[in-house]
């Protein structure tokens, strides 16, 4: 095992090495680039060859719903690569993912996930764990897959500071796994990543507006590392797959308790108290638009790595407020913290908020919407949590407002009823 993980840790650091020549000579060969405003949006974006964003879109009001409809009847079958393989059904992006692109593309979407996972059955669910290079071959042997949303990946941040031998094998060798399948296919590949990539240390200087994409990845977590690793892997043996790093996906999970909402909910359902963080931030986004833009960069010819979070800035603290006032759970079963008290297993990461705008720029609209979507639900001061403005909160209104995105009705409901 010991001998497997330095030889993975000296392909990463080949990688790196790559990455870094690719996005040099990449950034030499790019254009100014304007990019058209849509009806509904307002404000502007050019996209400069070192990667800089000028400029902001504004958030889209009334009219997104006309921009998302008409998303979707641009995005058709000819243009997203079928069938399509979302691996990681059984985390939150995938669980949610899996619904919405069956729905989409009936009879034409196959999920995976782990054989340890044996609670998670259904049609269109195959058995297949991240490194079974066999097993992953026959699927792609029997479904000619065309397109990959890669999901996978193991996000426990204790488990994998106790066990990097296992977080490497499943988020780094799970990679590689894919990639040595579809390396003589035609397959269009996109990656789910994840903001943990970047410490958030107060000494690390950034944007105003979070996180870019040529910022270099800085984690401080095992997890962080692997999934950086991951990306290094992605860029050097597949460059024209494009990988996304996102925050926290806000939609049901498969057991209940996984994910932001559910891990927090399950604590306040049970009368426990939850101890969330006052400086940790991160830019969380509704699975309704995060599906979206999975499907719009699968049917599209982006490369390289992209930012797809959300436009809202939350504290880990923040976020367990709303939950805790709309869910109408004990306001005083919320206990927060600075990082520093938190103690050292595992290691937490900063302000770690992403800037979109490159997304945004290469899709020509903005699209993804804030979380929560209402300004309503938004905390003001750490005791905001406590006044309830005569309004009780429910699982009902959870399920409404904080897993569905009202703009965009998509998988998230068909997820929370327990359809995958």
């Not at 031998?165 to 590689?176: F, H, L």
């Not at 945004?360 to 209402?374: F, K, Q, S, T, V």
Request: glycine fraction near 8%; charged fraction near 20%.
């Amino acid at each position: 095992m010991l001998a497997a993980t330095r030889s993975g840790a000296r392909d990463a650091e080949k990688a790196q090495q790559l990455h870094q020549v690719t996005v040099t000579r990449r950034a030499s060969q790019e254009n100014y680039q304007t990019v058209p405003r849509l009806a509904g949006a307002s404000g502007f974006i050019r996209l400069v060859p070192n990667g800089t964003v000028y400029g902001k879109i504004n958030a889209f009001h009334k009219t997104q719903p006309a921009v998302t409809s008409a998303v979707r009847s641009i995005v058709s079958p000819a243009d997203l690569p079928l069938p399509l393989l979302i691996t990681g059904v059984s985390g939150v992006a995938g669980y949610n993912a899996l619904p919405y692109f069956r729905a989409r593309y009936p009879g034409q979407v196959i999920g995976i996930r782990q054989a340890d996972n044996w609670r998670l059955i259904g049609p269109d669910i195959e058995i297949c764990d991240a490194e079974d290079h066999a097993r992953l071959s026959e699927l792609f042997d029997k479904y000619q897959f065309r397109s990959v949303l890669d999901c996978a990946g193991n996000c426990a941040l204790k488990s994998c500071e106790l066990d990097p031998a296992m977080a490497w094998r499943i988020n780094v060798e799970g990679v590689r796994n894919l990639l040595e399948v579809i390396a003589d296919r035609d397959v269009r590949l996109v990656h789910l990543s994840i903001d943990l990539v970047f410490s958030g240390d107060e000494s690390v200087q950034r944007s105003s507006d979070g996180h870019c994409e040529r910022y270099p990845p800085d984690p401080v977590t095992v997890y962080g590392q692997t999934m950086a690793a991951a990306e290094r892997l992605i860029v050097a043996a597949e460059p024209t797959a494009a990988t996304l790093r996102i925050s926290l996906p806000m939609g049901p999970s498969f057991n209940g308790h996984a994910g932001a909402i559910d891990w927090i909910q399950s604590r306040f359902k049970k009368d426990r108290p939850a101890t969330l963080y006052y400086d940790e931030i991160r830019t969380p986004t509704y699975t309704d638009c995060l599906n979206e833009v999975c499907e719009a960069v699968l049917a599209s010819e982006l490369r390289g790595i992209y930012h797809a979070g959300g436009p809202r800035r939350l504290s880990l603290f923040q976020i367990a407020q709303i939950v805790n006032r709309v869910g109408g759970y004990d306001p005083g079963l919320l206990k927060g913290c600075p990082r520093v008290d938190a103690g050292p297993m595992p290691p937490r990461a900063g302000d770690v908020s992403m800037n979109s705008g490159k997304l945004a720029a290469a899709l020509g609209y903005d699209p993804i919407d804030p979380w929560p979507l209402e300004e309503c639900w938004v905390p003001t001061d750490r005791e905001w949590h406590f006044c309830r403005d005569g309004q009780s909160g429910s699982a009902e209104l959870l399920h409404e407002v904080l897993y569905c995105n009202r703009r965009r009705p998509g998988a998230s409901r068909a997820a929370s009823q327990g359809v995958a």
